[in-house]
């Protein structure tokens, strides 16, 4: 088992800077492919960034491609998502979420990520971009 908290969300102008941060404890950090989600009211939950678990892969949503950066320190048990020119369809609450990997590999893990089929979900935070 593995609890997720996210912290860093707030209110900030557009063209502005937030910093999201993902605590993880419980089960080691480092097994588990992570990624940042987002829903935005009355639209699906959507994949916004996702990492492998060294940190050297990562995949973005087109929409986010150039303006957010994940990362993640696997000696803190924390990820991150660094989002800058922020715009107000961004609006959102964001998650992050943890895949188990070790079985599936490191490629389909990502794939699963993608999909939406995660292992673990934290509670959000909201993030609100005013124009």
């Known amino acids: 088992q593995v609890q997720l908290v996210e912290s860093g969300g707030g209110l900030v102008q557009a063209g502005g800077s937030l910093r999201l941060s993902c605590a993880a404890s419980g089960r080691t950090f480092s097994s588990y492919t992570m990624g940042w989600f987002r829903q935005a009211p009355g639209k699906e939950r959507e994949l916004v960034a996702a990492?492998?678990?060294?940190?050297?892969?990562?995949y973005y949503a087109d929409s986010v491609k150039g303006r957010f950066t994940i990362s993640r320190d696997n000696a803190k048990n924390t990820m991150y998502l660094q989002m800058n020119s922020l715009k107000p369809e961004d609006t959102a609450v964001y998650y992050c979420a943890a895949k188990i990997t070790a079985a599936l590999g490191a490629a389909q893990a990502m794939i699963n990520m993608r999909r939406g089929d995660t292992d673990y979900w934290g509670q959000g935070t909201q993030v609100t971009v005013s124009s």
């Open positions: 990492i492998n678990r060294s940190g050297g892969g990562t």
